[in-house]
């Protein structure tokens, strides 16, 4: 069986930049984890459809600059080029649930890294556990 090729294509569309909606309608998600959250599959990456609702955090443009999600929506932070990860999935699920929402996924994972040398882990843990229902 031949190997399926894993390289992005060489042109991405310009990011489409976007104004989020009132804070009521806009949920936010941290998008945090190592690779499995950063994403590697980069074999669909053409055949992406955009959604008005699925914002990301633009991580390669001017700073807070929100922007209509497309993968990969983390940067590239090491020797591996991200892909698609769950991030656009789950916020597309959540939209169709909610009609009137807009998510807004903020690339925060790093794909490769340990798990106990990440500051964000260290400073988010405390606030899941609590958050943890008794």
Known sequence: M????????????????????AKAQFHVYLLMGQSNMAGRDTRDLDAQVDDARVLALDVQGPHGRWVVARDPIHGKIGHIDPGVGPGIAFATAMVKQRRSITIGLVPCAVGGSPFDVKPLYRATAPQAHRSRPC
Request: glycine share 0%; no cysteine; aromatic share 0%.
């Open 2 to 21: 031949p190997a399926q090729a894993t390289t992005a294509p060489a042109t991405q569309p310009a990011p489409r930049v976007v104004q989020p909606p």
